[in-house]
């Protein structure tokens, strides 16, 4: 969740301070890559009134309560056997990757998976290669979002 000081952190979007005595909040880091639409949203503090007038809000509530529902321990479901994964060594969160609809990434965002399966997930080589064209694309430029390409890159090679 985004680190918030009363009366020091700053609205992401007036860039007044966030005084006590308003409503503000803040979002976790939940998109890696920053030049995806809600990025701005990402591990951000805000004026309730701030976050209700912004474009795209409630698209990023939408993607932060996904993405936390996701993990909560009776929702990590296996995407090939449907089964529960119950220890977090066997668990691979795919995680969000983008907000774009139109891309192939989009269908994999939130995909769970038990590592003892990832041989028998027939998406499992696309989903590689396009980890792979982004990585080598540069497009994900901050530091974060290449270490976390790695990280899946990684997770999914057999």
């Known amino acids: 969740m985004a680190l918030i000081i009363p009366n020091k952190s700053t609205c992401i ?3 007044q301070v966030l005084k006590e ?8 880091p939940f998109v890696p890559n920053r030049d995806d ?10 004026h309730i009134d701030c976050l209700n007038a912004a474009e795209n809000s409630q698209k990023a509530i939408a993607y932060v309560d996904e993405s936390i529902n996701s ?3 009776g929702n990590r479901k296996c ?8 220890r977090q ?11 774009d609809e139109s891309s192939v990434l989009h269908r994999f965002n939130f995909v769970q998976i038990h590592r003892n399966n990832l ?13 792979l064209e982004l990585k080598a694309s540069g497009n994900w430029q901050n530091h974060y979002a290449q270490r976390h390409l790695s990280v899946l890159i990684k997770d999914l090679t057999l």
Do not use: M
């Open 89 to 99: 060594e066997d668990h691979i969160v795919i995680g969000y990757l983008t907000s």
């Open 119 to 131: 041989a028998k997930w027939e998406d499992r080589p696309l989903l590689l290669s396009l980890l």
């Open 37 to 46: 639409e809600l990025f701005i949203f990402s591990d951000n503090a805000f």
């Open 71 to 73: 993990r909560r321990p």
């Open 13 to 15: 979007f007036c860039n």
């Open 79 to 86: 995407i090939v056997t449907g089964e529960p994964i119950t």
């Open 21 to 28: 005595g308003t409503d503000y909040g803040g979002f976790p």
